[in-house]
Every structure is written in C-alpha cells, then in structure tokens.
C-alpha cells in the first residue's frame, strides 16, 4: 500500500518537474491524474484501479482545460512588441530633416525613432507623434496653438 503511494508522489513530482522545464502546459493534466491516483492509493492496494482513476482525472482535467486556454487566448491580443504604440499623443524633436515621402529621425521620449510626415518638418522642429506604422512613427509639426507640454 505504502509503495504505490510513494510511486504516485514520485510521478507528480516529476510531471511537474516537466512542467516547470517547459513554456508550455503540457504534463499538468497528467500531475492532476498522479495526485488523484495517489489519494485513491489510501483506500485501494489495486494498482489497476488506480491507475484507472490516473487516466480518468488527467483526461477529464484535459478536456475541461484546452477549451477554456483556448478561448482565453483568443480573448487577449498579444503584447505590443515594441514601444511604438506607447508614443503616440507624445512629442518629441527632430533630429533628421524629415521630407515628404522620404523618412527622418525624430526622438520622442529619450530614444530615436524613424517617422515619416506628410510635410516637410526640419530639424530641430517639436513634432507630434499621430500614428505608428510598425516601427516608425508618423508625426504631424507642433505649432504653438497645438503645444503642450
């Protein structure tokens, strides 16, 4: 009786060493399954019947969980990789003539973008971050009506 309990308690030990070893779930189910096993161990030396309820309680945890992750992964969108987004509304300088059609730098923030305008804005002048084209910002001047600082 005493065995398989400590065989049960070596199995989660190891399904959740594999689990934190990975960036995926992918043997939790089975540790859910061992613990069940393991308690079913205290009223029955029948190593079938536990191995019975190890299957029964790591599939019933499988089928109840991957419906759930999947739809909460649909509901998040995915993490902005870069920080352009965060900049717009901010204003920055430019530091590289900016013409229309042809890229400039500007810094926003302390750091260096790209960013393109749809006039020509020359360096040294405050501009304001409107949109972000993946890694490049789009930028509109800033008259003194529309500063803010």
């Known amino acids: 009786m005493w065995f398989d309990t400590i065989l049960w308690l070596v199995a989660i030990v190891a399904f959740i060493a594999v689990e934190t070893a990975t960036t ?18 205290f009223f029955t030396s029948s190593l079938g019947i536990q191995a019975a309820v190890f299957a029964v309680v790591s599939a019933v ?33 430019v530091l590289v003539a900016i013409e229309p059609g042809m890229p400039g730098r500007v810094r926003v923030d302390g ?9 020509a804005i020359p360096q040294g002048a405050r501009i304001c971050v409107a949109d ?3 890694a490049v910002l ?8 529309t500063s803010v600082e």
């Open 132 to 134: 972000v084209d993946g």
């Open 24 to 41: 995926a779930l992918v043997s939790v189910w089975f540790a859910i399954g061992a613990a069940a096993a393991m308690f079913a161990s």
């Open 61 to 93: 945890a499988l089928a109840i969980m991957v419906p759930t992750l999947t739809r909460h992964r649909k509901e998040h969108k995915p993490p902005v990789t870069n920080g352009s987004p965060l900049t717009i509304g901010k204003q920055g300088i």
């Open 111 to 119: 750091l260096d973008w790209q960013a393109r305008a749809e006039v």
């Open 138 to 145: 789009l930028v509109t001047p800033v008259t003194e009506a």
